[in-house]
Nanobody, 126 residues
Framework: QVQLVESGGGLVQAGGSLRLSCAAS????????MGWFRQAPGKEREFVAA????????YYADSVKGRLTISRDNAKNTVYLQMNSLKAEDTAVYYC???????????????????WGQGTQVTVSS
């Protein structure tokens, strides 16, 4: 049974930082590209960042480039999202997802991902 469990969310002031973690179990973690998505109230879920199986390739949404950093530790079966210079518009539920890679180009597409976590709330106060 595959499980992805996010943690690290919370309430932070604008300009502050948070580090999200996503612990994976029940799969061969190093075989999966990992992604972070988010869903703000009243909006559709959107792509945030993704990282290749070995961590060499990283992809970001334009809205987070330079502020958020995705990384992974395959020995710990964990993917991270370091969030700096947070803005009110970063407020959302953040989800991690695992992708066995059917398309190299579809890293930002929800349908590409096979497994999802339950999400963790990030609230940025202005």
């Amino acid at each position: 049974q595959v499980q992805l469990v996010e943690s690290g969310g919370g309430l932070v002031q604008a300009g502050g930082s948070l580090r999200l973690s996503c612990a994976a179990s029940g799969l061969t973690f190093s075989n999966y590209r990992m992604g972070w998505f988010r869903q703000a109230p009243g909006k559709e879920r959107e792509f945030v960042a993704a990282i290749s199986q070995g961590g060499v390739k990283r992809y970001y949404a334009d809205s987070v480039k330079g502020r958020l950093t995705i990384s992974r530790d395959n020995a710990k079966n964990t993917v991270y999202l370091q969030m700096n210079s947070l803005k009110a518009e970063d407020t959302a539920v953040y989800y991690c997802a695992a992708d066995f890679i059917y398309s190299d180009e579809a890293f930002a597409k929800e349908y590409e991902y096979d497994y999802w976590g339950q999400g963790t709330q990030v609230t940025v106060s202005s």
